[in-house]
């Protein structure tokens, strides 16, 4: 029987349905929601804007909380509660990083960027290394 559940989050349909899959298939596990920002890079073009704030933990749950506001309707539309977290840096090392506090990872197929090919072969798809990496079972959600 899975207890706690962590489902790694972005702005994404399959993010979105893993969720929905965690809620539905473990309705009495705790399940919580990381959301990670990624660190500043020649290659993350959003995140390079965080080099400039003074405060990075703060600047990194700004751009969460409208993931973690879709994740809440999620679990309200189950009448569910959930936890939410947020991680700055690379997102499949911040997974694996965590991944030994949860029994499982569920987490989506693809992410926001999947469909972009350079970001692909220069930056590994996150699902993948975090299925080969995890040390607790993985779920992906198509």
């Keep these: 029987m899975l207890s706690r559940i962590l489902v790694p989050m972005d702005d994404s349909e399959p993010a979105e349905r893993a969720l929905a899959y965690a809620l539905d298939n473990h309705p009495d596990a705790d399940v919580t929601v990381l959301h990670i920002v990624g660190v500043p890079s020649m ?80 930056v590994g798809n996150v699902a993948e290394t975090v299925v080969k990496r995890a040390p607790v079972p993985v779920i992906v959600v198509r």
Aim: no cysteine; hydrophobic share 40%; glycine share 8%.
């Design 43 to 122: 290659m993350m073009g959003s995140a390079v804007g965080l080099s400039l704030e003074d405060d990075l933990e703060e600047a990194a749950a700004e751009r969460a909380e409208p993931v973690f506001e879709r994740a809440h309707e999620v679990a309200a539309e189950r009448d569910r509660e959930i936890n939410t977290d947020v991680g700055v840096g690379h997102p499949a090392r911040a997974i694996i990083d965590r991944a030994d506090d949860y029994d499982t990872i569920v987490l989506g197929s693809h992410g926001e960027d999947w469909h972009r090919t350079a970001r692909q072969f220069l």
